[in-house]
């Protein structure tokens, strides 16, 4: 339970603070709120990236904050939209625009996948219909690094490129890769290595050193992302290396992708990556 401090308590999103019987309120935020909305470059419906500049805009006008807090946090919503590449002066737009009343007497409402000008364009036809458009988006960090994208009949699984985790049945230790070869013609690779004692390769000297026998394609090597050779394969590899890392459970050459996996988290969200994700989700077939 949240105890009173020095006169002020901090509820949901409020402190209050008392002085004298008298009531004063200010904007809290957690030690671990950061800073971070929907980035105006960023392939989201504009609904979508003013949503949280409304709600921040809309919280400090309505609290009853004194002139100096008010300021205080009027700055403070003008750091956010500079760190996400907005125009402070959007504020001034959403301190003028009142909310619209809703209605419901549409018949029916469409749902679309939200790729960029294409999809506005297409949506403008319903505009004068009783048919309501709402968006929705698939390029979020945790769709484009999850696994799951890939969908293929097994007989077809080993024709394609992307990424993709060795791991052994003995041991369970792992390595991830990329090729931009078939995934069959990737494990061949890596058996010939370990039929002819090349140490080069970490997964074949792992094999070597711990006597270890290779297995089957279908017992060892796993597809975890299908993707052309790119930035965007070169990011689902790093995340995959980054999160054995930690459990000391990667085969992969450790002191080679150490710089990168340090910067993992911050490179993944970047504009080029953003950029790029788009691009293979909006273009790939394979993502299903």
Known sequence: MEKEDDNGINFLDLTIQKDNNILSFNVYRKPTTTDTI????????????????????????TYELNPTKKDTENNTIKHILHRNEYDSSIINQFCKTKRK????????????????????????????????????????????LSGEQYHKPKQQQFNIIGVYRFTHPDCKMKHAGQTGR??????????????????????????????????????????????????????????????????????????????KNKNFIRNNTSRRYRQSAHTHLTTNPSFG
Request: glycine share 4%.
């Open 182 to 259: 078939p995934f069959h013609v990737r494990f061949q690779e890596h058996f010939k290595d370990y039929k002819y004692a090349n140490n080069k390769p970490k997964f074949a000297q792992h094999l070597l050193e711990q006597n270890h026998s290779i297995g089957p394609i279908e017992n060892v090597m796993e597809i975890l992302f299908a993707t052309n050779k790119g930035k965007l394969m070169n990011t689902i590899e790093r995340f995959y290396i980054y999160k054995e890392r930690y459990t000391n459970n990667q085969i992969n050459d450790k002191n080679k992708n150490k710089n």
């Open 38 to 61: 929907i980035q105006r470059d960023s392939c989201h419906p504009q609904k979508h990236k003013h949503a949280g500049i409304r709600y921040l805009v809309n919280r400090m006008n």
């Open 101 to 144: 009343e809703q209605t419901h007497n549409a018949k029916k409402w469409a749902k679309f996948t939200y790729i960029g000008n294409e999809t506005k364009f297409i949506t403008k036809l319903f505009k004068d219909s009783s048919v309501k458009i709402v968006f929705t988006t698939r390029n979020t960090t945790g769709k484009l």
